[in-house]
């Protein structure tokens, strides 16, 4: 192939690529997910539509980017997670699975072939109590890298403001929260992701992007954030009754978080 | 446009394929008329915090008791279960694919699959299973019971063995006890004192287990209260606030006031 054979203009392709798909992805709204007493937490802020999706029993699925690529990527994962389920059985759904033999393929295949256009998406995926853990996170990136880990995660439309939002959470106690506790600290969180995200140039020195995260007038950012956007929560909750972990966030079970974000 | 909420166009796309759709043209070994089994116990019945659904626990295979502990009364989703009698294997097959089916709708569509077509979905699983039907080796003949949160009441559905649905007003049972519970039933509803919809959970129950009782006495293949293991028969509830199995503890009170107690005396 012609690119293949001009190995310097096969990488100025690649690096055009990913430039095209930061700059689509970067403004976008960021989600966070952390661990509680109870279960796992997703939190974001949208306008109206839907970001956080039920995968399966005890798995969930929330992007950053084009949505009708999220809509593609969630279908995928559904449809897998009902296979394995169904021909195998519940306890063989693992979120393994479905990061490194279906979103991360796809994805990287996505972002390889250069004639179409790429997922415009970085994807967060949960897994309560499941072989790996008790609060699971994979993260899978527009080009198929994949990332786990454990207690909180989050990803906005940067990867320097994923860095700053967990480094925000990481000193949480994720067994140990009360659910409006790990509310408030997603959304103190998902600020400094917005934050960052917003920014013309993102330094790319480690020093002075702490130092920025650190500066970020949180209360600020939320206040204005909340004037045109809602806050949607989604939980796997070990004590709902069945099989079956997924539950919406009533405003006011998370109202003591909220109180201190909102415009009298 | 697909929509891609159909659970069993993704099985199909895997290559699952339905027992009976494969099975046609097998033959049973003697030219059976056609006869579903049937043998057990089950009934269903609107209560007055919506629907109860008792089974026994007891499974055979001709006059041989295999099984003291089977669960009859199978949960679908949070509101709905769906209560079998006839050929375990292909009822518990089709329990599954229902289960995964509702499920796999709402996720992938983003909304909850309508009663209406929870109704049809089972109906047409029956229809696929209709070549083992008719020979006489895998026929199921559901009960299908559920809350319906629009109508703010029980809904209870029987079907035949082709897969025609139902809708019981009152109260409906199936398998090879029911005749000789089905007169009961309608005698206790009519001039019992009080009809079944007028029941509380504990008077509900109180009747199912005496129901069931009165089944296994005249029919061999129902299960009645096993006193050497303490199994009881599984009841459920389906009520505004979900599906509830009903406890050990709680059956075993009910049982010994209604079944062998006080309250056994009159209905």
């Not at chain 2, 626990?57 to 008791?65: L, S």
């Not at chain 2, 109906?123 to 559920?146: C, E, H, R, W, Y």
Request: contains cysteine; negative net charge.
């Amino acid at each position: 192939m012609m690119l293949s054979d001009e190995p310097y203009r096969w990488a100025e392709a690649v690096a055009n690529r990913r430039d095209y798909i930061e700059d689509q992805i970067r403004t976008g709204s960021p989600v966070v997910g952390v661990g509680y007493e109870d279960g796992i937490l997703l939190l974001t802020l949208s306008q109206s539509q839907q970001k956080v999706f039920e995968v399966y029993d005890r798995l969930l699925l929330a992007g950053i980017g084009h949505s009708t690529d999220i809509e593609n990527l969630r279908q995928a994962a559904i449809d897998m997670a009902h296979s394995i389920g169904f021909n195998y059985s519940e306890d063989d759904v693992t979120l393994r699975q479905i990061v490194y033999f279906g979103l991360g393929p796809a994805m990287k295949a996505g972002f390889d072939d250069v004639v179409r256009s790429p997922f415009l998406a970085r994807v967060l995926l949960a897994e309560l109590d499941g072989q790996e853990g008790a609060q699971i996170f994979y993260t899978v990136d527009y080009d198929g890298a994949f990332y786990r880990h454990e207690g909180c995660v989050a990803v906005g439309g940067v990867v320097e403001a994923d860095v700053m939002m967990v480094r925000e959470l990481s000193g949480l106690d994720a067994e140990a929260l009360s659910l409006s506790d790990a509310a408030g600290a997603a959304l103190r969180a998902w600020a400094i992701g917005r934050w960052i995200g917003k920014m013309d140039e993102v330094p790319t020195d480690a020093e002075e992007l702490e130092q920025v995260a650190g500066e970020v007038d949180v209360v600020d950012v939320l206040v204005t954030a909340l004037k045109d956007m809602e806050v949607e929560a989604v939980v796997l909750e070990r004590s709902q009754l069945g099989k079956n972990k997924y539950r919406n966030v009533d405003a006011e079970e998370i109202a003591p978080a909220l109180a201190q974000f909102k415009a009298d | 446009m697909q929509s891609g909420g159909d659970f069993v166009d993704l099985l199909r796309q895997s290559g699952y394929r339905f027992p009976g759709e494969n099975l046609g043209d097998v033959q049973s070994e003697r030219d059976l008329p056609f006869e579903p089994t049937d043998a057990t116990t089950i009934l269903a019945f609107q209560y007055a915090d919506g629907v109860l659904v008792a089974g026994d626990r007891r499974a055979t295979a001709g006059n041989m008791v295999l099984y003291d502990r089977a669960d009859k009364v199978i949960d679908l989703d949070a509101y709905s279960v769906m209560a079998i009698s006839g050929s375990p294997s292909i009822a518990f097959e089709i329990a599954r694919i229902l289960e995964h089916a509702f499920q796999y709708y709402r996720r992938r569509l983003l909304q909850e699959m309508s009663l209406q077509a929870k109704l049809r979905r089972l109906s047409l699983l029956i229809k696929d299973n209709l070549p083992l039907a008719m020979q006489g080796i895998g026929a199921v003949i559901p009960i299908f019971a559920t809350y319906d949160q629009a109508d703010a009441r029980g809904k209870i559905y029987f079907y035949d063995a082709l897969g025609a649905q139902f809708e019981s007003a009152d109260f409906t049972t199936t398998g090879s006890g029911s005749p000789a519970i089905r007169g009961a039933m309608y005698y206790l509803n009519r001039w019992g004192g009080r009809r079944f919809v007028e029941m509380d959970r504990d008077a509900a129950i109180g009747h199912a287990l005496q129901l069931l009782d009165t089944a296994s006495e005249y029919d061999s293949a129902t299960g009645r209260y096993e006193r050497s293991a303490d199994i009881f028969p599984s009841v459920k509830t389906i009520t505004a606030s979900g599906l509830a199995e009903i406890e050990t503890e709680a059956l075993r009170e009910l049982y010994v006031q209604y079944v062998d107690g006080e309250e056994a005396g009159r209905a």
